[in-house]
């Protein structure tokens, strides 16, 4: 059961946490007896949920929540390139509305059964909250309610506690030790599913991995951007983008693609393999038809690939490779992990879709060394906080994800710094709905001030 945490006496006062000065912070942090912390159960006062739009114009869910005045908000993304085990994001299907992509129902969902459940009663840990969705819903997939519907009370609920505790997001979910700051992953070049040109590769990324501190990483991954938007106007190519924020010029293979990105980074200053890195999403499911693998008029099959991407480790910095196979492909996996898996990041995202079960039986079997971690593939802050221990226990490294079609939310950013997972993909440097999450983490890294760390290179090492 949770409890207030200093509200007694400042409620008298009428005061809400959010507008605690920082003088009354100070006092309730340096008082030395638990004076200040009277235990007065907190109730959630009201539940609610709003069709909202997305960065692509599709309705997402936002969840707003209140308890002891504070209010508190979250919405939830959406992919477009979904693993096939995801857990299910609720859609309307009436296709009098947004080409049935409404999300209605979800927002009854949250209005409905969860709110009957929750409001008037005390707030709950997290863990507890998650735990009831999940039997409410009573499915394997979050079907019957949608996993959107899940997921943005699950997030608005952990940001409302960590508003009640005066405390931020990633202090509230990750404690003391949550200090350190993430690879940023920008993805300045997009494909695949996500653009209109004949790359089928999805995602290019650079990753400013050997700069000091988050703050020169972002500078780095905006300066590069704007470099390669230099080289590609030069070049004759068109610097329109794609749905996460990179550009989407008329080139067809990964290596044109890779050649443009080091020619970037070197205009921008900056040295290949020693400042900035490249990783790569080709999300290869996209891509794969009767066991092989099909792009630019060319048919590989796993080996095949496994055979590229290994001369690519020897011609670009190349450090990361996430779905660079097929998410059903598990023998392929395992050669591609056993052949290159001590040279590079091998992510585990359409095939793993953020399930600690799916990873956990994935671990024994040799398949990948790292693991993409994309909340809404789940749908609870509990259990995605379960695939990252199940991944790092393994010595498996974490990304954490954002969605193609995103919102201002900045959750995930709070949520890379609590799991301590040293690496993030939030698409270009570019866009309000993409910065959002990279500005969050700026803001993170003056907070904590000295004893922000940055994960630099060693969070793509193997442990
Ligand atoms: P999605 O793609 O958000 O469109 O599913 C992102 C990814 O594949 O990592
Ligand atoms: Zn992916």
Not at 49 to 76: N, Q, Y
Not at 109 to 128: F, K, M, N, T
Request: hydrophobic content about 40%.
């Amino acid at each position: 059961m949770e409890r207030s945490l200093a509200r007694g006496l400042w409620s008298a006062k009428d005061l809400s946490t959010a507008s605690r000065s920082p003088i009354e912070t100070d006092l309730i942090k340096s008082c030395p007896i638990n004076f200040f912390f009277l235990e007065i159960p907190m109730r959630i006062q009201h539940l609610s949920a709003l069709e909202i739009l997305d960065s692509r114009g599709f309705p997402t869910v936002e969840v707003t929540i209140i308890a002891d005045g504070v209010t508190a908000r979250a919405s939830v993304p959406s992919g477009k390139s979904t693993g096939k085990h995801e857990a299910l994001e609720l859609r309307d299907r009436d296709m009098g509305r947004f080409k049935g992509k409404g999300v209605l129902k979800a927002v009854g969902s949250v209005e409905g059964e969860i709110a009957a459940g929750l409001v008037g009663r005390e707030l709950p840990s997290q863990e507890d909250l998650d735990h009831s969705l999940i039997q409410l819903d009573g499915t394997p997939g979050k079907t019957r309610l949608g996993a959107n519907a899940i997921l943005g009370v699950s997030m608005a609920v952990a940001r409302l506690r960590a508003q009640l505790e005066g405390r931020s997001l990633f202090e509230s979910l990750g404690g003391a030790e949550a200090t350190l700051l993430p690879v940023p992953c920008f993805n300045v070049l997009n494909g695949g599913a996500h653009a209109d040109n004949p790359l089928v590769f999805q995602e290019f990324m650079i990753v400013p991995a050997g700069r000091p501190t988050f703050a020169e990483a972002l500078r780095a991954g905006a300066e590069t951007y704007h470099a390669l938007a230099g080289i590609l106007k030069k070049a004759g190519l068109s610097v329109s983008v794609g749905d996460e924020g990179g550009f989407a010029p008329q080139i067809t293979f990964p290596e044109e693609a890779m050649d443009l990105m080091v020619k970037a980074i070197e205009a921008a200053g900056y040295e290949p393999g020693r400042d900035v890195f490249i990783a790569l999403d080709p999300a290869a499911s996209g891509f794969y038809e009767g066991g092989q693998y099909r792009f630019g008029g060319e048919a590989h099959d796993a080996k095949g690939m496994t055979e590229r991407y290994g001369r690519w480790l020897d011609r670009y910095p190349l450090i990361s490779i996430e779905d660079g196979l097929a998410e059903d492909d598990d023998a392929g996996w395992v050669y591609w992990t056993k052949a290159l898996g001590h040279r590079m990041q091998i992510v585990g995202d359409d095939n793993f879709v953020s399930d600690p079960r799916r990873v956990g039986a994935a671990i024994p079997k040799g398949i990948a060394n790292a693991v993409l971690l994309k909340p809404n593939q789940i749908g609870t802050v509990t259990e995605i906080t379960e695939t990252a221990r199940t991944a790092q226990r393994a010595g498996y490294r974490c990304m954490v994800s954002h969605r193609s079609g995103e919102t201002q939310d900045d959750f995930i950013a709070d949520l890379a710094v609590a799991l301590g997972v040293g690496q993030i993909k939030s698409g270009a440097p570019a866009r309000g709905e993409r910065v959002a999450k990279y500005n969050q983490l700026l803001r993170i890294e003056r907070q904590l001030g000295p004893k922000a760390r940055f994960a630099g290179r060693a969070a793509f090492e193997s442990r």
